[in-house]
């Protein structure tokens, strides 16, 4: 069946750094895009970076632009976020989804589209 699972979460310090990875089974993974996503305490799940199996594209939430780097192997079918610089507000569940499109990744990923999920992975940044 298909699943998405993350991992690489954790307890850092402030100005950290944390590499997150998204595994897929169940699915041909070059047929999809694959988003980040996050949830804090009593806030919405936003989208923070995605990355498109077509033509390579990438999108950043201007939160994390600079400190964070999206890529993929399909190869593997694995999907890692790079995480430097890390900042207390950063402190969420992680989120991987899938997105079935042949389109690009040039904005921000939007929750509704995607296929499917993972079960997300925690991260705590302490100050």
């Known amino acids: 069946q298909v699943q998405l699972v993350e991992s690489g979460g954790g307890l850092v310090q402030f100005g950290g750094s944390l590499r997150l990875s998204c595994a897929a089974s169940?699915?041909?993974?070059?047929?999809?895009?694959i988003g980040w996503f996050r949830q804090a305490p009593g806030k919405e799940r936003e989208g923070v970076s995605c990355?498109?199996?077509?033509?390579?594209?990438?999108y950043y939430a201007d939160s994390v632009k600079g400190r964070f780097t999206i890529s993929r192997d399909n190869a593997k079918k694995t999907v890692h976020l790079q995480m430097n610089s890390l900042k207390p507000e950063d402190t969420a569940v992680y989120y991987c989804a899938a997105l079935y499109t042949n389109a690009g990744c040039l904005v921000a990923p939007v929750i509704g589209e995607y296929d499917y999920w993972g079960q997300g992975t925690q991260v705590t940044v302490s100050s």
């Open positions: 169940g699915f041909t993974m070059d047929y999809y895009v």
């Open positions: 990355i498109s199996s077509s033509d390579g594209s990438t």
